[in-house]
T-cell receptor, first 112, second 114 residues
Framework: AQSVAQPEDQVNVAEGNPLTVKCTYSVSGNPYLFWYVQYPNRGLQFLLK??????LVKGSYGFEAEFNKSQTSFHLKKPSALVSDSALYFCAVSPGANNLFFGTGTRLTVIP | NAGVTQTPKFQVLKTGQSMTLQCAQDMNHNSMYWYRQDPGMGLRLIYYSASEGTTDKGEVPNGYNVSRLNKREFSLRLESAAPSQTSVYFCASSALPGEGYEQYFGPGTRLTVT
């Protein structure tokens, strides 16, 4: 069965500090992994994806994610957090042609 | 270029009423999707359309029907609304129906069924 786990409902980080939002997955075959961000009362916005190749993927707004096959993880990172990064972050895995399985989301709060 | 648009933004229904949620995309995407978002549960796929003329069930299709009207438009219908269908509904589209294609989301419709 395909699944995505985001073990932290809430992450708080001080502005300027590095941030990490964790994601682990379970999928048969090669995983296709995504991160999305949702701002209040808005739809989800695509941040980045891992398909194949380099384990470190760079995306929008200075975010990056590291794919670790042995740990089945795809953690989202940013070297220096901004207050404007405060939002709800979703990890998703695509096991097949027409489906995305989403994690339950992690609310990131960046404290000024 | 508006991306993915949804109407209405908000709706309140009484149990048993019907309604149709509209979605349109102007990115010439082939695939379109309907999700629902509930607190603590992430997003769950209701129905999808891999290409114009095709539709398929997702994870939670019961109580819903869809129509892919043309390449741009994909509607979601609730024939007899139930309180369990209170949720935020998102439409999304992607260029092609493949694992590597990211989806683009509309702003959502907040539906309350009383």
């Amino acid at each position: 069965a395909q699944s995505v786990a985001q073990p932290e409902d809430q992450v708080n980080v001080a502005e300027g500090n590095p941030l990490t939002v964790k994601c682990t997955y379970s999928v048969s075959g090669n995983p296709y992994l995504f991160w999305y961000v949702q701002y209040p009362n808005r739809g989800l916005q695509f941040l980045l994806k891992y398909i194949t190749g380099d384990n470190l993927v760079k995306g929008s707004y200075g975010f990056e994610a590291e794919f670790n096959k042995s740990q089945t993880s795809f953690h989202l990172k940013k070297p220096s957090a901004l207050v404007s990064d405060s939002a709800l972050y979703f990890c998703a895995v695509s096991p097949g042609a027409n489906n995305l399985f989403f994690g339950t989301g992690t609310r990131l709060t960046v404290i000024p | 270029n508006a991306g993915v648009t949804q109407t209405p933004k908000f709706q309140v229904l009484k149990t048993g009423q019907s309604m149709t949620l509209q979605c349109a995309q102007d990115m010439n995407h082939n695939s379109m999707y309907w999700y629902r978002q509930d607190p603590g549960m992430g997003l769950r796929l209701i129905y999808y359309s891999a290409s114009e003329g095709t539709t398929d069930k997702g994870e939670v299709p019961n109580g819903y029907n869809v129509s892919r009207l043309n390449k741009r438009e994909f509607s979601l219908r609730l024939e007899s609304a139930a309180p369990s269908q209170t949720s935020v509904y998102f439409c999304a589209s992607s260029a092609l129906p493949g694992e590597g294609y990211e989806q683009y989301f509309g702003p959502g419709t907040r539906l309350t069924v009383t």
